[in-house]
Nanobody, 127 residues
Framework: QLQLVESGGRLVQPGGSLRLSCAAS????????IGWFRQAPGKEREGVLC????????TYADSVKGRFTFSRDNVKDTVYLQMNSLKPEDTAVYYC????????????????????WGQGTQVTVSS
């Protein structure tokens, strides 16, 4: 069974940092496009950082450019979202997702392109 499990979300003060983890079981994340998405109450799910399976294309939401970065550990079959300089508007449930290797680059952060989703982890940025 293919499964993604996120972890690392918590309450953090503005300006702080968090690293979210997304561990896979049942398949190799390195062969998939990976998306980090978030959804705040009353808002649509948005792509935050999405990367092609080859790693040659990364798409960022404008609001996180320069603050969020992606990394992976293929041995652990885990990907990470490093979030720095967090702002209250970053508060949301964060999801990781895995999609096929043929997602067109301009669709890389489209939620509908992804087949597998984690359960989400809550990130709250507040003083």
């Amino acid at each position: 069974q293919l499964q993604l499990v996120e972890s690392g979300g918590r309450l953090v003060q503005p300006g702080g940092s968090l690293r979210l983890s997304c561990a896979a079981s049942g398949f190799g994340l390195e062969y998939h496009a990976i998306g980090w998405f978030r959804q705040a109450p009353g808002k649509e799910r948005e792509g935050v950082l999405c990367i092609s399976n080859s790693g040659d294309t990364t798409t960022y939401a404008d609001s996180v450019k320069g603050r969020f970065t992606f990394s992976r550990d293929n041995v652990k079959d885990t990907v990470y979202l490093q979030m720095n300089s967090l702002k209250p508007e970053d508060t949301a449930v964060y999801y990781c997702a895995a999609g096929p290797d043929h997602i067109l680059h301009f669709r890389l952060c489209a939620p509908g392109e992804y087949d597998y989703w984690g359960q989400g982890t809550q990130v709250t940025v507040s003083s």
